[in-house]
């Protein structure tokens, strides 16, 4: 079985906030940071494209993507 997970954190509109809120929002903690001053990332082994972390950022930088699929293969 493969997932597909359309969600993305824009470059361009993130402002690598001390507080990530979308990350906070994620209750699988998707969203990592290797540093508190690098840009997140959507870990799509974890991520299971609920989409709460989207109303979660103030800027609006993580939004769904139609045109990339980050397909992941699910080990049941």
């Given at each position: 079985?493969?997932?597909?997970?359309?969600?993305?954190i824009q470059t361009e509109t993130c402002q690598i906030c001390h507080r990530c809120l979308?990350?906070?929002?994620?209750?699988?903690?998707?969203?990592?940071?290797i540093d508190f001053d690098d840009l997140p990332y959507i870990d799509?082994?974890?991520?299971y494209d609920c989409r709460f972390c989207i109303p979660a950022c103030p800027f609006g930088a993580?939004?769904?993507v139609g045109d990339i699929r980050l397909s992941v293969n699910a080990v049941s």
């Open positions: 079985m493969v997932r597909e997970i359309k969600i993305k979308a990350a906070e929002s994620c209750k699988v903690r998707a969203i990592m940071r799509v082994e974890r991520c993580v939004r769904t």
